[in-house]
């Protein structure tokens, strides 16, 4: 956008630097051989020239204004959704991850009470090689 900007207020710079100078030049000619009236023609002609020119670079710089606060815009409105994306996907995984601990505990937890009322069972009846085999396994 500041590249075409710059290309843009170049252009116009350049064109309006030569087309003052072709209106001076014919203005000049014309003056040499006193032609009043052209000379007021010329010099309408080229106020009202100079006038669109710049009426033009204005209307062209409010559109790349306007150009650029949209894409400003749209660039904040982008990274906002990026980041919230991003959070609501840490919290998914947190939760997830909470979810699966908290299964893995529980599990563990009725797993090592199973294996203890078994040995406990077993204890009682004492049967020391069950013992033995269930305390290896």
């Known amino acids: 956008i500041v590249i075409i900007t710059t ?11 030569i087309f003052v100078v072709i209106i001076t030049t014919i203005i000049f000619i014309i003056t040499v051989y006193h032609h009043y009236l052209f000379i007021i023609i010329i010099t309408i002609t080229t106020t009202i020239v100079i006038i669109a020119i710049v009426i033009i670079t204005t209307i062209v ?16 409105i982008i990274v ?6 991003i ?6 995984i ?5 979810i699966i601990s908290i299964i893995t505990v529980t599990t563990t937890i009725i ?3 199973i294996i203890t009322t078994i040995i406990f ?11 033995i085999i269930i305390t290896i396994t």
Do not use: C, D, G
Request: proline share 0%.
């Open 7 to 17: 290309i843009i207020s170049i252009i116009t710079v350049t064109t309006t630097i």
């Open 61 to 76: 710089n409010i559109i790349i204004i306007i150009t650029i606060t949209t894409t400003s815009v749209i660039m904040i």
């Open 80 to 85: 906002i959704v990026i980041i919230t994306t």
């Open 87 to 92: 959070t609501t996907t840490i919290v998914i």
């Open 94 to 98: 947190v939760i997830i991850t909470t």
């Open 111 to 113: 797993f090592v009470v």
């Open 121 to 131: 069972i077993i204890t009682v009846y004492h049967h020391y090689l069950f013992i």
